[in-house]
């Protein structure tokens, strides 16, 4: 036989074929360390080498820190509410909501000013001249202060459901100043949550038979009128933060000190401080509390923005709304008239789609 393409003979072609000898292969050197943790290798004995130890710890030390934020805010959000409606409410305070608003912007100020501190380093402050940023500011306290207002002449239940319009109300101007995209399949929802409050807003303004905490036509202005200026103010935000490349609690922190400065101004020309000795101690005390739950709310947020995103944050707020107008409901002394419920809850339902529809729309 001959090979194509070769000059070897047959009796050649066996001499090589009978000197090749199967020679069984050497088993490969065993990985090395570094190896072994690119390839996943694990032993017993890795378990004391610090770099293979499992970082379930750590998420889980994560997990219970976000948890333990949530439940914060959750609570602080809850009891700021009903805080403020007791001292709003109140004879002594009833018409002093641009000083309370001037103090809660103090507390904002000091603690974002803490927050940005070297020792805490949640987040680097970014200066700006008040001059630049005085639009934002006169929307930021004429929506602080509709707030309050609204909270001292209605009830928790209408104020907070109130609050559910300015969601859609801030996508409706963003539509109609520049031109930005709603969802089609949004449109009904928006409708079922108008639809909601505006039967709240009728059925809780009727007189009670007990006389107490009812909504005021007073009320439904100021809560009107305070979810336009809040989405107006949401809008400026939106674009200060482009125009000055800034973050949100670094716009905050030059907001905050500045509001303040304006309303304590305008405070002597606008209202009457009560008299020290005729206000009861229990409410300096609720006071008090107000500004620590205040506190409490901004650290809160901020940490489950930046640990768990605007979207976690976002079904929060839905959250908190809801135990909210529970709480109004069980400790309102206003008779909760089955529309009523039925408002609520066709409220609770529109937002909640609606939150839904926009969500999947962005992603």
Same mark, same amino acid.
């Given at each position: ?10 009796? +050649? ?13 050497? $088993? ?8 072994? /943790? ?8 890795? +378990?004391?080498? $610090? ?18 934020? %949530? ?10 509410? &009903? ?21 809660? &912007? ?39 202060? &509709? ?55 009728? &059925? ?13 036509? +007073? ?24 125009? /000055? ?22 405070? $002597? ?75 609520? /809850? ?8 609606? %939150?839904?529809?926009? /969500?999947?729309?962005?992603?």
């Amino acid at each position: 036989m001959v090979v194509a393409g070769s000059n070897l003979r047959d009796d +050649e072609c066996k001499g090589l074929l009978t000197s090749v000898t199967c020679t069984p292969a050497s $088993p490969p050197p065993p990985p090395s360390d570094d190896v072994k /943790l690119e390839l996943g290798y694990y032993s017993y004995e890795d +378990e004391k080498r $610090p770099e293979v130890l499992s970082e379930e710890p750590e998420k889980q030390i994560g997990s219970v820190r976000l948890l333990v934020w %949530m439940t914060i805010n959750i609570v602080a959000t809850v009891a700021i509410v &009903f805080t403020n409606k007791s001292i709003l409410s109140n004879a002594s305070f009833r018409n002093s909501q641009v000083s309370f608003a001037a103090y809660h &912007f103090t507390i904002t100020g000091l603690t974002l000013w803490l927050a940005s501190r070297p020792c805490c380093g949640w987040f680097e402050p970014k200066h700006v001249s008040p001059y630049r940023i005085l639009h934002l500011v006169a929307a930021m306290c004429i929506q602080v202060i &509709f707030q309050n207002l609204a909270l001292a002449y209605s009830s928790v239940i209408f104020h907070q459901l109130a609050r559910l319009l300015l969601t859609p109300a801030t996508a409706l101007l963003n539509f109609a100043l520049f031109q930005s995209s709603i969802p089609r399949a949004a449109f009904l929802p928006l409708v079922l949550l108008c639809t909601g409050v505006g039967i709240v807003s009728y &059925f809780d303004s009727l007189p009670s038979a007990k006389g107490n905490d009812t909504t005021t036509p +007073e009320g439904i202005f100021f809560a009107l009128s305070g979810v336009c200026a809040s989405a107006l103010y949401t809008v400026l935000v939106g674009r200060y933060h482009k125009k /000055l490349e800034m973050s949100s609690m670094q716009l905050l922190l030059n907001q905050a000190p500045v509001s303040a400065a304006v309303l304590l101004c305008v405070v $002597p020309w606008m209202e009457t401080f009560p008299e020290v000795a005729a206000v009861p101690g229990s409410l300096w005390t609720s006071i008090l509390a107000s500004g620590i739950f205040a506190c409490l709310v901004n650290l809160s947020q901020f940490y489950i923005i930046d640990a768990a995103g605007p979207v976690t944050s976002t079904v929060i707020g839905q959250l908190k709304t809801c135990v909210i107008v529970g709480l109004g409901w069980v400790l309102s002394d206003h008779e909760i008239l089955r529309q009523s419920v039925a408002g609520i /809850l066709m409220a609770l339902t529109g937002m909640s789609l609606y %939150m839904k529809i926009i /969500l999947r729309h962005q992603s």
